[in-house]
Every structure is written in C-alpha cells, then in structure tokens.
C-alpha cells in the first residue's frame, strides 16, 4: 500500500469550496439522504476539512482568523443549523432507543464541525426525548 494520499485540495478555493459543500450536505433543510447529517465519517472529515480552513487562514491572516472562526463554530439554538438538526434527530428512527453514550455520540457527529458544550448536548437530547 503506498501513502500517496488518494485525493488532494489543490488551494485554499477548492478547500472552502469543500466546505461549502459538506456544510450544505449535512445541513440541507430537504436533505436526500438523512444518513449523511450524523454519519461519524461525514463529521471526521468536516472538522478536518474546517481544520485545514482554520490553519491556512491563521497562517494567511493571523490570530483574527483563528477568533472568527472559533466564533463561527460556537453553536447556539439560536442558530439554523440547531433547528436542522433538531429536525434530523426528531425523523431518526433509532435516536430514542440509543443509549446515553451513543445520543451523545451521535448529537457530536450530527453538529459536527460546530462545538457544542455538554449542557447544550444534555438540552438537545432532552428536547429530542421528549418530542
């Protein structure tokens, strides 16, 4: 097996292209396939992918950079991608019958590439529970 990567991002353009298009797949309001939006593989490569964006625009622009973008990813219920989400979960046939440890897990992945504080994943699967 070689370590040639199997696919490259030519530019920082083709990157936040990228994201754009991650971000629009997990939180699209009429979503094709709901399997994407908390999918532990789609969240991996969303926060590498958001990584990536953060180093090159802190390399590019400075500590600014880095700031707005740690902003950008503080999720709130306030926010649109809360109420997708929200809406994700609620259709999730499996969700309520997922342990502790895996609702957690799985709310983690569904927000992905945004940070969520623990009392805000506590929040989410009490609203979702109780839908």
Do not use: C
């Given at each position: ?38 999918s532990p593989l789609a969240s991996k490569i969303t926060k ?24 950008w990813l503080m999720i709130s219920p306030k926010r649109r ?51």
């Amino acid at each position: 097996m070689t370590s040639k990567p199997l696919f490259e991002i030519e530019n920082y353009y083709e990157l936040l292209s990228l994201h754009r298009m991650l971000m629009e797949a997990k939180f699209n309001e009429d979503p094709n396939d709901l399997d994407i939006s908390a999918s532990p593989l789609a969240s991996k490569i969303t926060k590498r992918v958001v990584e990536a964006l953060v180093e090159y625009d802190t390399q590019m622009k400075g500590e600014s950079a880095r700031e707005r973008w740690i902003n950008w990813l503080m999720i709130s219920p306030k926010r649109r991608e809360w109420a997708i989400a929200e809406k994700y979960a609620q259709k999730d046939r499996q969700f309520k019958s997922l342990n502790k440890g895996e609702k957690i897990q799985f709310v983690r992945d569904l927000f992905s590439p945004f940070e969520i504080q623990e009392e805000q994943v506590e929040h989410f699967i009490q609203s979702i529970v109780n839908y």
